[in-house]
C-alpha cells in the first residue's frame, strides 16, 4: 500500500481524520503492517501491548474474562486505553486472520499531545465523544436548515414603546419606523399590538385612539432568544398558530420581531403548506390530504439533517392540530365543551413521527351522558385508521368504552390501578399519565391529573412496582450480542422504553406535568434528581436511538414493507456501531440508577 493510500485509508477513521499534514506524516512513518494467525492472543491484563491497532482485513475479539464484548472489524481500532493508562482489563484475540497497522505507543501519545481534537477523542467523558461521533456521522447531512439561528435572519427593529404612552403617540411612532407592529413595555414584561388588533380592539369597537396602549396589548409577547436555533423558533410559531415573535438579547431585553413570513423563505420547506392545510381544512377530505402529507414533511426534514427531537416536535405538533381538527369537524359544537379529547403514549409525549398506532381517550364531564358521544368516537377511529393511523393493539382507544367515560369513573380507574396493580394496570397508568390534551375542555384532564397526583402520595411501595417496568427488556451488555448472533434488534424496547419509563416514573413522583421525554430530564436535572452528567447522557443516548430507529423505519417505508422497531444491525456502519454501543451503556446505568433510586431490589 502506497504512502498515499495509507493517508486515504487513514482519512476515513475517525478521529485521524483531525490529523495535520505534518501529524498524519508522522503518524504513517510510524507504522507498520502486521500479519497475526486466528487465536493470537494481542492483549490481555498480562500482556499489554505497545501498539494501537488499525485492522485492514479481519475480525478481533474483545472479551471480559470469558465473556465476548466487543467485535472489531475492518477500519475499526483499538486500544488506546491500554496505552494511556498502561493498563487494560480485558483480553484481545484474533478471530479471522488478521491484517492490521500497528502504530506504536510513543507516537501514539505524542499525536495525543499535539492534537486537542484527536485527544479530546479518546479522553473525553461519554456525552462529548458520543457528540463528536454523530457529528462525524451526519455532518455531510447538516444544511442551514438545521444550523441557522434567529440572528442568521431578518430581525424587524421593534417600535418600542412603554406603558402609560398614548395609542394615537404609538401608531406615529410605527409608522416613523414603517412597521406595523407596536410592542409595549409595562414592569419589565412584553406585549404587542399589531393591524389586527388595532381592526378588532379600536375600530370595530370604535375606542378613542386616546387610550393608553396597554389598554389592547396581547400580553406577554411570545419571544426566543437570537442565538436559539431558527428551527425552534419556526415551532414555536407553528404551535401558537402566530405570525411573529419577539426577540431578546443575552440580557432579556427585547430587540425585535422575526416575522413567519421571513421564517419560511429562509427555509423554504413543506411544513408551513401542511400546517395551512389543516387549518383550513373543512371537510373530513381536506384533512386526510393534510395528514397524508406529513410523511413527505418527515422525508424532507429528515433528508436535510434536521435532528430527531426537531422532527418529533415539529411533526407531534402537526398531529395534534390534525387530531384538534377532527375532534372539531366530527363531534357537534355544543358537545364539545363538555369533553376532552386526549392522546396518550408517544403521541401524548410527543414522541411519534411516523404514524404506528393510536393512543387516544375522551373524558366527559361528570353529569352529562356518555353514551350521547360514542357514535362519533366510534367515527373518529374510523377516520383515523383512515387517516393511516394503525389500531392500537391493545385497543387503547376512543372507540373502547373503557378510554370514553366520565371523570368520576376516570377517578375510579386510577384507585383501581393503584390499589390493585398488575401490569396491565401499570401500563394502563403509564399511557395515562403520558396524556395530552387536544380538545374540548382540558380542564378536565388536569382535574384528573391532580386527583391522580394525589392518591400517589407517599405510595412509595406502588412507585417502586411501577418503576420496575423499566427493568422489563433486556438491553445488551455487549455489541457483540446483537452484532454476530441476530441482525435484527428492538429499538423500542432495548434502548427507547428503559428510558421513557425510568424518566416517566421519576416525572410521576415528582408530580411533572410535562409530558415530552427530554424535557422531563432537564426539569429533573433542575429539580436535581438527575446529576447533570446523566441528564445530558440520557438526552443523548434517546437521539441516538431514535435517530436509529427513524432511520430504519424510512427505508421500510420507502421499500413498502411493514413499520416497526427492528433496526437491521448488519446494515450498521462504524460509527453508528459506536453510538449504539454507548447509548446501551448508557441505558443499563440507568437502569441500575432506576433499580437503587425506588429500591426495586427490596420487592419481591
Not at 308 to 334: A, C, D, F, T, W
Not at 394 to 402: Q, T, Y
Not at 459 to 470: E, N, Q, S
Request: hydrophobic share 40%; glycine share 4%; net charge negative.
Amino acid at each position: 500500500m502506497s504512502l498515499r493510500d495509507q493517508e486515504a485509508f487513514l482519512s476515513n477513521i475517525h478521529p485521524f481524520e483531525v490529523l495535520s499534514h505534518d501529524q498524519m506524516n508522522i503518524c504513517i512513518k510510524n507504522m507498520d503492517i502486521a500479519y497475526y494467525p486466528k487465536d493470537t492472543v494481542l492483549m490481555s491484563p498480562e500482556k499489554i501491548s505497545e501498539n494501537f491497532f488499525i485492522i485492514i482485513k479481519g475480525i478481533v475479539h474483545e472479551y471480559n474474562e470469558e465473556e465476548m464484548v466487543m467485535d472489531f472489524h475492518q477500519e475499526d481500532s483499538f486500544d488506546a486505553n491500554s496505552l494511556i493508562y498502561g493498563q487494560t482489563k480485558h483480553t484481545f484475540k484474533v478471530y479471522e486472520d488478521l491484517i492490521c497497522y500497528e502504530l506504536n505507543k510513543a507516537t501514539f501519545l505524542t499525536l495525543i499531545e499535539q492534537n486537542p481534537e484527536f485527544k479530546d477523542f479518546f479522553l473525553n467523558n461519554l456525552v462529548n465523544k458520543i457528540q463528536v461521533l454523530k457529528n462525524k456521522e451526519f455532518t455531510s447531512e447538516l444544511s442551514s436548515f438545521m444550523i441557522a439561528r434567529v440572528d442568521d435572519t431578518i430581525i424587524h427593529e421593534a417600535c418600542m414603546v412603554e406603558e402609560g404612552t398614548k395609542l394615537l403617540d404609538a401608531i406615529e411612532q410605527s409608522i416613523n419606523y414603517k412597521t406595523s407592529t407596536i410592542i409595549v413595555k409595562m414592569n419589565g414584561d412584553y406585549g404587542i399590538i399589531t393591524d389586527s388588533l388595532l381592526k378588532m380592539k379600536v375600530l370595530l369597537q370604535g375606542r378613542d385612539l386616546n387610550i393608553p396602549v396597554e389598554e389592547i396589548a396581547i400580553f406577554p409577547l411570545i419571544s426566543v432568544q437570537k442565538d436559539d436555533y431558527l428551527f425552534d423558533a419556526f415551532s414555536v410559531l407553528i404551535k401558537r398558530n402566530i405570525k411573529r415573535i419577539g426577540v431578546k438579547n443575552s440580557q432579556g431585553e427585547m430587540v425585535g420581531v422575526i416575522e413567519q413570513i421571513d421564517v419560511l423563505s429562509h427555509f423554504a420547506n413543506h411544513t408551513y403548506v401542511v400546517d395551512s392545510k389543516i387549518k383550513k381544512a373543512k371537510t373530513i377530505e381536506n384533512l386526510k390530504e393534510a395528514s397524508n402529507d406529513l410523511i413527505n414533511t418527515i422525508k424532507t426534514l429528515n433528508a436535510k439533517g434536521v435532528k430527531v427531537h426537531h422532527i418529533s416536535n415539529l411533526i407531534g405538533q402537526l398531529n395534534l392540530k390534525v387530531y384538534r381538527k377532527l375532534y372539531q369537524l366530527v363531534v357537534p359544537e355544543e358537545l364539545q365543551k363538555d369533553a376532552c379529547f386526549i392522546v396518550m403514549g408517544s403521541e401524548g409525549r410527543n414522541e411519534q413521527i411516523i404514524k404506528t398506532d393510536q393512543d387516544n381517550a375522551l373524558v366527559v364531564r361528570d353529569g352529562v351522558d356518555v353514551e350521547q358521544y360514542r357514535p362519533y368516537m366510534e367515527k373518529t377511529t374510523q377516520i383515523l385508521l383512515d387517516f393511516g393511523y394503525p389500531p392500537c393493539e391493545g385497543n387503547i382507544m376512543v372507540s373502547n368504552p373503557f378510554w370514553c367515560k366520565n371523570v368520576s369513573d376516570y377517578k375510579k380507574e386510577t384507585a383501581k390501578w393503584i390499589e390493585a396493580p398488575d401490569m396491565q394496570n401499570y401500563m394502563d397508568l403509564a399511557i395515562f399519565f403520558d396524556s395530552f390534551a387536544v380538545g374540548g375542555n382540558k380542564e378536565l384532564l388536569i382535574n384528573l391529573k391532580d386527583d391522580l397526583f394525589n392518591k400517589l402520595h407517599d405510595k412509595d411501595v406502588f412507585m417502586a412496582y411501577f418503576a420496575r417496568a423499566t427493568l422489563t427488556f433486556d438491553t445488551p451488555t455487549k455489541i457483540a450480542n446483537f452484532m454476530t448472533k441476530s441482525h435484527n434488534i428492538d429499538i423500542k424496547k432495548t434502548a427507547v422504553f428503559p428510558i421513557v419509563q425510568g424518566i416517566r416514573s421519576l416525572a410521576l413522583r415528582e408530580r411533572i406535568r410535562e409530558t415530552t421525554t427530554v424535557k422531563r430530564i432537564k426539569i429533573l436535572l433542575q429539580k436535581k434528581v438527575l446529576s447533570e452528567e446523566l441528564a445530558n447522557e440520557l438526552i443523548e443516548a434517546f437521539e441516538v436511538v431514535n435517530t436509529l430507529r427513524l432511520k430504519s423505519q424510512l427505508i421500510k417505508l420507502q421499500d413498502g414493507k411493514e413499520i416497526d422497531n427492528n433496526i437491521d444491525t448488519h446494515t450498521l456502519g462504524k460509527i453508528e456501531r459506536d453510538l449504539l454501543k454507548d447509548s446501551f451503556s448508557i441505558v443499563n446505568s440507568f437502569k441500575k440508577f432506576i433499580t437503587y433510586t425506588f429500591k426495586i431490589d427490596k420487592i419481591s
